[in-house]
Protein backbone atom coordinates (compact mmCIF):
# COMPACT_ATOMS: atom_id res chain seq x y z
CA UNK A 1 0.00 0.00 0.00
CA UNK A 2 1.56 3.63 -0.78
CA UNK A 3 0.93 6.67 0.82
CA UNK A 4 -1.64 8.00 -1.98
CA UNK A 5 -4.11 5.25 -1.11
CA UNK A 6 -4.29 6.35 2.71
CA UNK A 7 -6.76 9.03 3.48
CA UNK A 8 -5.22 12.32 3.43
CA UNK A 9 -1.54 11.08 3.28
CA UNK A 10 0.26 13.17 0.49
CA UNK A 11 -2.54 15.13 -0.02
CA UNK A 12 -3.46 18.78 0.14
CA UNK A 13 -5.36 17.39 3.17
CA UNK A 14 -2.89 15.58 4.77
CA UNK A 15 -0.08 17.69 3.41
CA UNK A 16 2.08 15.58 6.18
CA UNK A 17 1.47 18.69 9.01
CA UNK A 18 0.60 16.95 12.68
CA UNK A 19 -3.12 18.58 13.73
CA UNK A 20 -2.32 20.63 16.39
CA UNK A 21 1.09 21.35 16.67
CA UNK A 22 2.49 24.63 17.67
CA UNK A 23 5.53 25.84 19.06
CA UNK A 24 6.46 25.63 22.60
CA UNK A 25 7.18 28.42 24.73
CA UNK A 26 9.97 27.94 27.02
CA UNK A 27 8.90 27.60 30.95
CA UNK A 28 10.20 30.22 33.29
CA UNK A 29 12.08 28.09 35.18
CA UNK A 30 13.83 26.32 31.95
CA UNK A 31 15.69 29.68 31.07
CA UNK A 32 18.71 29.86 28.98
CA UNK A 33 20.91 32.37 27.23
CA UNK A 34 20.35 31.50 23.34
CA UNK A 35 16.06 31.42 24.10
CA UNK A 36 14.44 33.59 26.10
CA UNK A 37 11.72 32.62 28.42
CA UNK A 38 8.02 33.60 28.12
CA UNK A 39 5.49 33.95 30.81
CA UNK A 40 1.72 33.18 29.84
CA UNK A 41 -0.78 35.57 30.90
CA UNK A 42 -2.32 34.29 34.23
CA UNK A 43 2.01 34.49 35.23
CA UNK A 44 1.98 38.14 34.38
CA UNK A 45 -0.97 38.77 35.92
CA UNK A 46 0.65 37.34 39.48
CA UNK A 47 3.84 39.15 38.92
CA UNK A 48 1.82 42.92 38.37
CA UNK A 49 -0.72 41.78 40.62
CA UNK A 50 -3.06 42.55 38.37
CA UNK A 51 -6.05 40.35 36.62
CA UNK A 52 -5.32 38.42 33.58
CA UNK A 53 -8.11 40.61 31.35
CA UNK A 54 -6.02 43.70 32.35
CA UNK A 55 -2.77 41.94 31.03
CA UNK A 56 -4.36 41.20 27.64
CA UNK A 57 -5.96 44.62 27.53
CA UNK A 58 -1.98 46.00 28.10
CA UNK A 59 -1.33 43.84 25.73
CA UNK A 60 -3.71 45.08 23.25
CA UNK A 61 -2.79 48.61 23.46
CA UNK A 62 0.88 48.07 23.15
CA UNK A 63 1.65 49.06 26.57
CA UNK A 64 3.17 45.38 26.89
CA UNK A 65 5.61 43.26 24.69
CA UNK A 66 4.48 39.99 23.74
CA UNK A 67 4.49 37.34 20.74
CA UNK A 68 1.71 35.20 19.79
CA UNK A 69 1.74 31.70 19.18
CA UNK A 70 0.61 29.40 16.74
CA UNK A 71 -2.26 28.69 18.59
CA UNK A 72 -3.27 32.36 18.86
CA UNK A 73 -2.19 32.73 22.39
CA UNK A 74 -0.05 35.47 24.17
CA UNK A 75 3.28 34.77 25.46
CA UNK A 76 5.28 37.29 27.24
CA UNK A 77 9.02 37.87 27.36
CA UNK A 78 10.17 37.09 31.35
CA UNK A 79 13.01 39.78 31.48
CA UNK A 80 11.28 42.91 29.78
CA UNK A 81 7.76 41.53 32.34
CA UNK A 82 10.04 41.39 35.31
CA UNK A 83 12.60 44.54 34.71
CA UNK A 84 8.72 46.23 34.55
CA UNK A 85 7.73 45.11 37.67
CA UNK A 86 10.61 46.12 39.00
CA UNK A 87 10.39 49.55 37.69
CA UNK A 88 6.76 50.29 38.93
CA UNK A 89 7.81 48.93 42.69
CA UNK A 90 10.53 51.56 42.56
CA UNK A 91 7.89 54.02 41.27
CA UNK A 92 5.50 53.02 43.87
CA UNK A 93 8.25 53.27 46.72
CA UNK A 94 9.76 56.54 45.66
Given at each position: MNSRSIPGAGTAGGSGRMKGRTVAAKRSGQATTENPSYLRTGEVADILYVSPKT????????????????????????????????????????
Open positions: VSRWAKEGKLPFMKTLGGHHRYPEAEIRELANQLREEATA
